[in-house]
């Protein structure tokens, strides 16, 4: 872990903001020269803080305007049915986000789909078909504010 100063955190927050700012733009933006700011920047990327640029696409507007968070619990237990599950559930273009959780469920997963017959269609010709899969709770999410993150 790198020690980060007021400078470095100001960096990472413009990046949040907006992830194709050029070191030149947040340079000027932070009263930094280009190279300066560069530096900074690479540095960031080199120690992990930095894991790489998203682009956001807005769903809605792309004809996805429903977004459900499953909890799945597995009916198998073992590597074996944890790996099976994972790469099943990889190739379903509609789950966007797969996380393995401890607690309740096994996994989280972020579904999205154009509605609600659309995402009933992918639950059960594609979910619950799942190898291993047992319970299943579907949580629709209603709105979401965006958060900066850790540096607020």
Known sequence: MIDLDDTDRAILRALVADATRS?????????????AAWRRIRRLEAAGILAGRRVDLDAERLGFGVTVFLG???????????????RA??????????QHVLGLYDY????????L????????RRIMTLPGIGNVEA?????EERR???LG
């Open 108 to 115: 989280r997963l972020r579904v999205s789909a154009r509605d």
């Open 72 to 86: 799945v619990k597995l009916a198998t237990k073992g590597r074996v049915g944890l790996e099976d599950f994972e």
């Open 23 to 35: 070191a030149g733009a947040i340079g000027r933006a932070l009263g930094l020269s280009q190279p």
């Open 89 to 98: 559930v990889a190739a379903i273009p509609e789950v966007q986000v797969v």
């Open 139 to 143: 949580n629709v999410l209603l709105g």
């Open 148 to 150: 900066p993150g850790p």
């Open 117 to 124: 017959a659309d995402f009933e269609r992918v639950l059960r």
